[in-house]
């Protein structure tokens, strides 16, 4: 497998790539068994459901997909016994650019994620699930279908669950090529066969209106994988792995210009931007400075090398002082990261040096929101395709005095007036590239 | 072109409705949740969809046509024309940029005897195709192996840290 390290680095911690990573690991159920494999899932038949979630919160788990809602949190929202049908739908449409890790656990241990899977059903009273495969992934679908087959034969899934009365059926659902899917009502439009426009919280709060217009959880893949190991390992070890508010590990994509790009889990705030890059990516290319960081998935918005930050910080005598944090210092967990204006998102860092012009880049990822807008939203639909024009145009003809005024101008009036969060997704990089690079801008006017 | 001269809809086999049977069993509680899976039955079996399939699925969905080809023209995945016996799809998007992924996509073109600047039509139709009809090669969004890049998917196959200077060997393979 590309992108890990056969050895772990010292800085990481492998829970959920625990297995994955070792020589011989393979995605059958008879190698999972031999390595504790739904050992947690029978732990969890044991105890009451309000139990298990009670352990998902003092675990500290966020969300993985990007939006890093805490998922204790976002269960309870389900009535165990409201007398309606629940639904769990897992979002395996990893699509934010420079994010890469599920498909991994798709591929390498698609049983980690059906354990964790049955543990949240059983927590909230769901009996039907799916997991919602980009099409991009045709083996991961087939792998994580047979392995469906695998548990179901041996009594892990399906009826009356290692003899506990718990009934779950889970299906493979495949997408068809939209980012938008990635969004958890899109989602569930698509689930249910239309097209993917998202849906208008409120009313349509999945927890309330979902799937099929009834309570649904839509949680990331590396999120549901995690439940697993809280059971094995108890919330409060799990939790003590990350920082409070936000347990356990976290796995890091790093891309872009770094000598060692891949994906690196480590516990939650356990490393400064500085150390991702420098010590466990291998640092730069050969004579190469930073120049920009996107932190946090291609929506998050751009760090500019050099900046420092005034962060809320303990002082000695317990008050809260400001202090000065320079970008590499940047500690990478969520608090930390929304403090310096952006986010931890989903994990997806993408590393820039010096020789990358800034506005070929912000033109990339143009591109690809205006390619990606579902349309439903005049200002998404329209500023994404302008937002990208003008950045082709200035990449081919040089830029005109008022184009980043314009920029600015198209940028602010998506995001925030938009259905779902696309719009600021498709935002916050043209807003952050010109505030932080005005430079790079201004030097293309002819 | 939309090709109207073949009707798909004569060519389905028992297996193949038996397959499309089994797949809308997996929505117990609606019907029309299997029009994503039926619409990729349909493309994996007829490599596009005709008329006569958005007519086929919607039938045995209840649906109406335009619920299904509004699908067809939502979704990228999806074409109403033949594309070539392999698709190559070359990831264009950030990460893969910076590792050379449009010097990647234009060397596959040269590879297979496209011209590398023709224009991809748009949704639902067939990507730039070689007149032989065995390669089509196209720009695809992310393809999340950002930490392999610069990537492509080839039918059903990631092929990851691709150089230039590789791109011949790799389409000899699917020749």
């Given at each position: 497998m590309a992108s890990l390290l056969q050895t772990p680095h010292p800085k990481e911690r492998r829970i959920i790539f625990g297995n994955i990573s070792k020589p011989g690991y393979a995605p059958d159920i008879d190698t999972y068994l031999t390595h504790g494999g739904y050992e947690s899932l029978k732990k969890a038949l044991t105890l009451k459901p309000g139990e298990i979630i009670d352990m998902v919160k003092a675990a500290n788990l966020r969300g993985r997909g990007g939006a890093g809602f805490p998922a204790g949190a976002k269960w309870s929202f389900i009535k165990y016994d409201d007398g309606k049908d629940h639904y769990i739908v897992v979002n395996a449409d990893e699509s934010e650019p420079g994010t890469f890790k599920d498909r991994y656990i798709l591929h390498e241990d698609p049983h980690q994620l059906l354990e964790g899977l049955a543990i949240a059903a059983f927590a909230t009273n769901v009996h039907l699930s799916y997991i919602y495969i980009r099409c991009e992934f045709p083996k991961a679908a087939k792998i994580v279908w047979n392995a469906i087959k695998e548990a179901r034969a041996k009594g892990f899934l399906g009826k009356d669950i290692l003899g506990s009365g718990f009934d779950l059926d889970i299906y493979v659902h495949q997408g068809a090529g939209a980012y938008i899917c990635g969004e958890e009502t899109s989602l569930l439009e698509s689930l249910e066969g239309k097209r993917p426009y998202p849906r208008i919280k409120p009313p349509y709060f999945p927890a309330v209106l979902?799937?099929?217009?009834k309570p649904t959880i839509v949680n990331n893949v590396e999120t549901i994988c995690h439940v697993k190991h809280i059971l094995a390992m108890g919330a409060e070890e799990y939790a003590k792995m990350g920082t409070p508010g936000d347990g356990g590990t976290r796995t890091m994509c790093v891309s872009g210009d770094v000598m060692r790009p891949g994906f690196y889990e480590i516990p939650?705030?356990?490393?400064?931007l500085g150390e991702l890059i420098n010590d466990v990516c291998g640092g730069l290319k050969p004579g190469r400075t930073l120049k920009a960081v996107i932190p946090g998935g291609s929506s998050a918005k751009v760090l500019r090398a050099g900046e420092v930050f005034k962060l809320k910080v303990k002082g000695p005598d317990g008050q809260m002082i400001d202090k000065e944090t320079p970008l590499l210092d940047l500690t990478m967990d969520a608090s930390t990261l929304q403090a310096a204006g952006t986010m931890v998102g989903s994990g997806g860092v993408m590393i820039m040096d010096d020789t990358r012009d800034m506005v070929w880049a912000l033109n990339n990822l143009n591109q690809f929101y205006a390619h990606e807008s579902c349309g439903q939203c005049t200002p998404c639909r329209e500023g994404s395709l302008w937002m990208s024009k003008v950045t082709t145009r200035i990449m081919d003809q040089g830029a005109r005095p008022d184009d980043a005024k314009n920029l600015k101008n198209i940028a602010d009036n998506i995001a925030g007036r938009t259905i779902c969060a696309f719009g600021e997704a498709c935002a916050w990089p043209t807003q952050s590239f010109l505030a932080k690079f005005p430079d790079e801008f201004e030097k293309r006017v002819g | 072109m939309i090709d109207t001269t073949t009707r798909q809809a004569d060519a389905i086999t028992p297996e193949f409705v038996a397959e499309a049977q089994e797949l809308i069993s997996h929505y117990p509680v609606s019907k029309r949740s299997a029009s994503l899976p039926l619409l990729h039955l349909w493309q994996n079996h007829f490599s596009y969809i005709d008329d006569t399939g958005i007519e086929w699925i919607a039938a045995q969905l209840d649906l109406t046509p335009v619920n299904i080809l509004e699908l067809v023209t939502f979704y990228p995945w999806f074409r109403r024309e033949q594309a070539g016996k392999t698709v190559i799809r070359v990831c264009r998007t950030l990460a893969c940029a910076l590792a050379g992924s449009y010097e990647v996509k234009e060397k596959f073109c040269q590879a297979v005897g496209?011209?590398?600047?023709?224009?991809?039509?748009?949704?639902g139709c067939a990507p730039p195709t070689t007149a032989d009809g065995k390669f089509s090669v196209e720009f695809v969004e992310c393809l999340a192996s950002c930490g392999s890049a610069p990537v492509a998917l080839i039918n059903d196959d990631l092929v990851e840290n691709i150089a230039p200077a590789g791109v011949s060997a790799i389409v000899e393979q699917y020749k």
């Amino acid at each position: 497998m590309a992108s890990l390290l056969q050895t772990p680095h010292p800085k990481e911690r492998r829970i959920i790539f625990g297995n994955i990573s070792k020589p011989g690991y393979a995605p059958d159920i008879d190698t999972y068994l031999t390595h504790g494999g739904y050992e947690s899932l029978k732990k969890a038949l044991t105890l009451k459901p309000g139990e298990i979630i009670d352990m998902v919160k003092a675990a500290n788990l966020r969300g993985r997909g990007g939006a890093g809602f805490p998922a204790g949190a976002k269960w309870s929202f389900i009535k165990y016994d409201d007398g309606k049908d629940h639904y769990i739908v897992v979002n395996a449409d990893e699509s934010e650019p420079g994010t890469f890790k599920d498909r991994y656990i798709l591929h390498e241990d698609p049983h980690q994620l059906l354990e964790g899977l049955a543990i949240a059903a059983f927590a909230t009273n769901v009996h039907l699930s799916y997991i919602y495969i980009r099409c991009e992934f045709p083996k991961a679908a087939k792998i994580v279908w047979n392995a469906i087959k695998e548990a179901r034969a041996k009594g892990f899934l399906g009826k009356d669950i290692l003899g506990s009365g718990f009934d779950l059926d889970i299906y493979v659902h495949q997408g068809a090529g939209a980012y938008i899917c990635g969004e958890e009502t899109s989602l569930l439009e698509s689930l249910e066969g239309k097209r993917p426009y998202p849906r208008i919280k409120p009313p349509y709060f999945p927890a309330v209106l979902g799937l099929y217009m009834k309570p649904t959880i839509v949680n990331n893949v590396e999120t549901i994988c995690h439940v697993k190991h809280i059971l094995a390992m108890g919330a409060e070890e799990y939790a003590k792995m990350g920082t409070p508010g936000d347990g356990g590990t976290r796995t890091m994509c790093v891309s872009g210009d770094v000598m060692r790009p891949g994906f690196y889990e480590i516990p939650c705030g356990g490393v400064t931007l500085g150390e991702l890059i420098n010590d466990v990516c291998g640092g730069l290319k050969p004579g190469r400075t930073l120049k920009a960081v996107i932190p946090g998935g291609s929506s998050a918005k751009v760090l500019r090398a050099g900046e420092v930050f005034k962060l809320k910080v303990k002082g000695p005598d317990g008050q809260m002082i400001d202090k000065e944090t320079p970008l590499l210092d940047l500690t990478m967990d969520a608090s930390t990261l929304q403090a310096a204006g952006t986010m931890v998102g989903s994990g997806g860092v993408m590393i820039m040096d010096d020789t990358r012009d800034m506005v070929w880049a912000l033109n990339n990822l143009n591109q690809f929101y205006a390619h990606e807008s579902c349309g439903q939203c005049t200002p998404c639909r329209e500023g994404s395709l302008w937002m990208s024009k003008v950045t082709t145009r200035i990449m081919d003809q040089g830029a005109r005095p008022d184009d980043a005024k314009n920029l600015k101008n198209i940028a602010d009036n998506i995001a925030g007036r938009t259905i779902c969060a696309f719009g600021e997704a498709c935002a916050w990089p043209t807003q952050s590239f010109l505030a932080k690079f005005p430079d790079e801008f201004e030097k293309r006017v002819g | 072109m939309i090709d109207t001269t073949t009707r798909q809809a004569d060519a389905i086999t028992p297996e193949f409705v038996a397959e499309a049977q089994e797949l809308i069993s997996h929505y117990p509680v609606s019907k029309r949740s299997a029009s994503l899976p039926l619409l990729h039955l349909w493309q994996n079996h007829f490599s596009y969809i005709d008329d006569t399939g958005i007519e086929w699925i919607a039938a045995q969905l209840d649906l109406t046509p335009v619920n299904i080809l509004e699908l067809v023209t939502f979704y990228p995945w999806f074409r109403r024309e033949q594309a070539g016996k392999t698709v190559i799809r070359v990831c264009r998007t950030l990460a893969c940029a910076l590792a050379g992924s449009y010097e990647v996509k234009e060397k596959f073109c040269q590879a297979v005897g496209l011209d590398p600047h023709e224009e991809h039509h748009g949704f639902g139709c067939a990507p730039p195709t070689t007149a032989d009809g065995k390669f089509s090669v196209e720009f695809v969004e992310c393809l999340a192996s950002c930490g392999s890049a610069p990537v492509a998917l080839i039918n059903d196959d990631l092929v990851e840290n691709i150089a230039p200077a590789g791109v011949s060997a790799i389409v000899e393979q699917y020749k």
